[in-house]
C-alpha cells in the first residue's frame, strides 16, 4: 500500500454489535467488541480517507483525525444512520455484528418473571448491506464480512449476490486467536472469481490487506 492512496475516498464503516432492548434493563447482543471496524477506520484515515464510522454499543472508541464517530444502539438506529451517509460515500465497509431479529416490542417495565417459561417474539431487522448493495452507484463499493461455520466460500459468495457487495472478508471461526474479542484475526477475500487466503496477523494488518484490495479494485473501475 502506499501512504495518501485513500485520499479523497469517503468510506461508511459499521462495527461492533447491536443491542436490542427487551425492557428498560435488559437487550439481545453479541459478543462482537468494533476492534476489527475500528482497525479499519484507524488505517483507512491513516491512508487520507474522510471515515463516517457507526459504532454499536462497545467499551472501545477512537479519536484519531479523519474518523466522525456515530454512537448507536440498535440495528434500527445503525440502519437509519448508514442510510443517512450512503450517498455521500464512495465506500462502505460492513464489520458490524447486527442483529438478525429483536424482540417485537419493548417492554415500558421491566418484565416481571413467573413461574412458567417465558416466550419472546422477535420479528427481522433490516440488513443494512442489502439495503446499501441496492442502492448502490457504480462509483461506490460494498464489501461485507461473514462468520460461517460451514461451507464458508459457498455461503459467503451467496451473500455477495444477494447483498450486491464487491468482496466479502470471510472470518474463521475455529482458527485460535482469530474474531471477536482477540486482537488478531485470519481472513479470506472472497469475491466471484477468486478467494484469497491470509495468514493470523493484527487487526490492524488485516485491515491493511482488506483497504489494498478494495484500492485495487476501484483501480479497476
Ligand atoms: O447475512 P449475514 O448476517 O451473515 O451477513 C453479514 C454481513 O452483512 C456483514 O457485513 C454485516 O455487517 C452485514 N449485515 C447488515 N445488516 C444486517 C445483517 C448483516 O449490514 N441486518
Known sequence: FSPGDLTGSRILITAGPTHEDLDPVRYLGNRSTGKMGIALAEAAAARGAEVELILGPTELSTSVPGVTTTNVRSALEMHAAAMARWSDCTAGILSAAVADYRPAEVAKEKIKKSDGALQL???????????????????????????????????????????????????????????????????????????????????????????DRLVAVKQTR
Open 121 to 211: 417474539r422477535l420479528v427481522r431487522n433490516p440488513d443494512i448491506a442489502a439495503e446499501l448493495g441496492a442502492s448502490k452507484r457504480p462509483d461506490q463499493l460494498l464489501v461485507g464480512f461473514a462468520l460461517e461455520t460451514e461451507n464458508g466460500v459457498e455461503n459467503a459468495r451467496g451473500k455477495l449476490e444477494r447483498k450486491q457487495l464487491d468482496f466479502i472478508v470471510l472470518n474463521s471461526p475455529r482458527t485460535p486467536g482469530a474474531g471477536f474479542g482477540h486482537d488478531t484475526n485470519q481472513i479470506q477475500l472472497v469475491d466471484r472469481n477468486m478467494v484469497t487466503d491470509f495468514e493470523l496477523k493484527s487487526k490492524r494488518a488485516v485491515a491493511e490487506d482488506i483497504l
